[in-house]
C-alpha cells in the first residue's frame, strides 16, 4: 500500500524520499519513487547522473537558496554515515572559488557562517580578472555511484521503486495514494496536468578525465560562463573539467569545439592538471532543471488529497537538495487533514 508517491527519482526526488522517513517519519514501505529513469540509468532526460556534483557557490543568493544550500551542507554527513561513508560516492575535499565580480555580502556572510574552514584569499593571490575568492572545505559526489547507494540505502529501508513512464500528473495518485511529490526537474516543463512554462533546460558540456593527482576543487563564475574542476570521490582518479551555462539549449548532444575550450580554461585555472598526460574518459552533456522565478515548492490540494511541488533547482540539486526536500516535507506535515491519514 503506498500512501505517499515521490515522482521522481533524481537527486531531489531521493533527498525528499529521505526527509519523508527521517522527519516526517513515514513507514517507507508506505513509499513509492516512480521515475521514467531510475538510479543507474543513464538518458539526456535524467539529470542527476551529469552533475558535476560538489557543494559549490553556483546557486543564487536569495534568502530561500542560501537557507537550502546551508541545510543541505550541515547535514550530509548524516547522510553519508548512513549510507557507508565515502565508498558511497560522498566525501570531503578542499575548494577554492573566484569570481571576476564580488558576489555580494549576502552570500559571503551566509557561506562563512557554516563552511568548513572558510577563508577568503588574499588579493595578491588572486588570479588576473578575479575580483575575490575563498577557501573552504566542501562535499564531492560521485554521481553515479551516490545516486545508486542512496536508491539501494532506501530500498533496504523498504522504499518501492517503479520505473513508469507518465503522461498525466494524476496518473501518480495510485488506489490508496494521500500525496504525491512532484520531483520532476526538467520534466515539469511537458507533464500534463503540470505543464510549467517556466522550467527550461541550463544545458553544460563536462569531460571526464583520469587525474588522481587532482584532489581538489576549482571554480571560477563569470558573468557567462563557469569554469570548474571537480574530483570525483571513490572513482579511481575521476575527475570532472567544465563547463558551459547554456540557457534553453535542449540539445544533449556533444561537440569538439567546446571540449577543446573546456580543457584549455580549466587547464589555465590549475595549470598542475597537465603535470600527467590528460587521459580523457568520456565527455558529456545534461541538462540542469531551471526555473524562471527559481525553484518551485509548493502544496497543492486536489479534493482530499495532496500535490506538493518541488522542482526547478537548475545545478545546484546536490547542494540545496536536502534543504528543498526538507521544506516540501514541512508543507506535508503543515497540512493536519492529509498527513493525519498516515
Known amino acids: 500500500m503506498s500512501n505517499v508517491v515521490v515522482l521522481g527519482s533524481g537527486i531531489v526526488g531521493l533527498y525528499t524520499t529521505y526527509c519523508l522517513i527521517n522527519e516526517a517519519k513515514?513507514?517507507?514501505?508506505?513509499?513509492?519513487?516512480?521515475?521514467?529513469?531510475?538510479?543507474?540509468?543513464?538518458?539526456?532526460?535524467?539529470?542527476?547522473?551529469?552533475?558535476?556534483?560538489?557543494?559549490?557557490?553556483?546557486?543564487?543568493?536569495?534568502?530561500?537558496?542560501?537557507a537550502y544550500?546551508?541545510?543541505?551542507?550541515?547535514?550530509?554527513?548524516?547522510?553519508?554515515?548512513?549510507?557507508?561513508?565515502?565508498?558511497?560516492?560522498?566525501?570531503?575535499?578542499?575548494?577554492?572559488?573566484?569570481?571576476?565580480?564580488?558576489?555580494?555580502?549576502?552570500?559571503?556572510?551566509?557561506?562563512?557562517?557554516?563552511?568548513?574552514?572558510?577563508?577568503?584569499?588574499?588579493?595578491?593571490?588572486?588570479?588576473?580578472?578575479?575580483?575575490?575568492?575563498?577557501?573552504?572545505?566542501?562535499?564531492?559526489f560521485y554521481c553515479p555511484l551516490f545516486l545508486a547507494t542512496f536508491r539501494k540505502y532506501l530500498e533496504k529501508l523498504g522504499v518501492q521503486f517503479k520505473r513508469q513512464k507518465l503522461t498525466h500528473?494524476?496518473?501518480?495518485?495510485?488506489?490508496?495514494?494521500?500525496?504525491?511529490?512532484n520531483c520532476t526537474g526538467i520534466g515539469a516543463f511537458s507533464l500534463s496536468g503540470v505543464k510549467?512554462?517556466?522550467v527550461y533546460p541550463t544545458r553544460g558540456q563536462v569531460l571526464v578525465?583520469?587525474?588522481?593527482?587532482?584532489?581538489?576543487?576549482?571554480?571560477?563564475?563569470?558573468?557567462?560562463?563557469?569554469?570548474?574542476?571537480?574530483?570525483?570521490?571513490?572513482?579511481?582518479?575521476?575527475?570532472?573539467?567544465?563547463?558551459?551555462?547554456?540557457?534553453?539549449?535542449?540539445?544533449?548532444?556533444?561537440?569538439?569545439?567546446?571540449?577543446?575550450?573546456?580543457?584549455?580554461?580549466?587547464?589555465?585555472?590549475?595549470?598542475?592538471?597537465?603535470?600527467?598526460?590528460?587521459?580523457?574518459?568520456?565527455v558529456a552533456a545534461g541538462l540542469r532543471p531551471s526555473r524562471h522565478g527559481g525553484v518551485r515548492i509548493e502544496a497543492e490540494t486536489k479534493e482530499d488529497k495532496l500535490l506538493i511541488h518541488n522542482y526547478g533547482a537548475s545545478g545546484y540539486g546536490y547542494q540545496a537538495g536536502l534543504g528543498m526536500g526538507h521544506k516540501a516535507v514541512e508543507l506535508f506535515q503543515n497540512n493536519k487533514k492529509v498527513y493525519a491519514k498516515l
Open 196 to 198: 510549467d512554462s517556466s
Open 69 to 140: 544550500d546551508k541545510f543541505t551542507y550541515t547535514h550530509l554527513a548524516e547522510i553519508q554515515k548512513k549510507l557507508g561513508g565515502p565508498t558511497s560516492g560522498l566525501d570531503n575535499r578542499p575548494s577554492t572559488e573566484f569570481w571576476d565580480e564580488y558576489p555580494g555580502d549576502d552570500k559571503i556572510n551566509s557561506l562563512k557562517a557554516y563552511l568548513k574552514d572558510f577563508k577568503v584569499v588574499p588579493k595578491p593571490q588572486l588570479p588576473a580578472g578575479v575580483a575575490y575568492g575563498i577557501t573552504f572545505t566542501t562535499w564531492n
Open 209 to 282: 578525465v583520469r587525474a588522481p593527482h587532482i584532489q581538489e576543487n576549482r571554480m571560477r563564475w563569470g558573468a557567462d560562463y563557469a569554469t570548474y574542476i571537480i574530483p570525483r570521490p571513490n572513482s579511481n582518479g575521476q575527475l570532472i573539467l567544465g563547463g558551459f551555462l547554456q540557457k534553453d539549449n535542449w540539445t544533449g548532444d556533444t561537440f569538439d569545439e567546446e571540449s577543446k575550450d573546456i580543457i584549455k580554461r580549466t587547464t589555465e585555472l590549475l595549470p598542475k592538471i597537465l603535470d600527467q598526460p590528460l587521459e580523457i574518459l568520456g
Open 169 to 181: 500528473i494524476s496518473q501518480a495518485y495510485l488506489p490508496h495514494t494521500i500525496a504525491v511529490f
Open 26 to 66: 513515514i513507514n517507507p514501505s508506505k513509499i513509492i519513487v516512480i521515475g521514467e529513469h531510475l538510479p543507474g540509468d543513464m538518458s539526456i532526460k535524467y539529470t542527476s547522473p551529469y552533475a558535476g556534483g560538489n557543494f559549490s557557490c553556483i546557486s543564487p543568493n536569495d534568502p530561500d537558496t542560501l
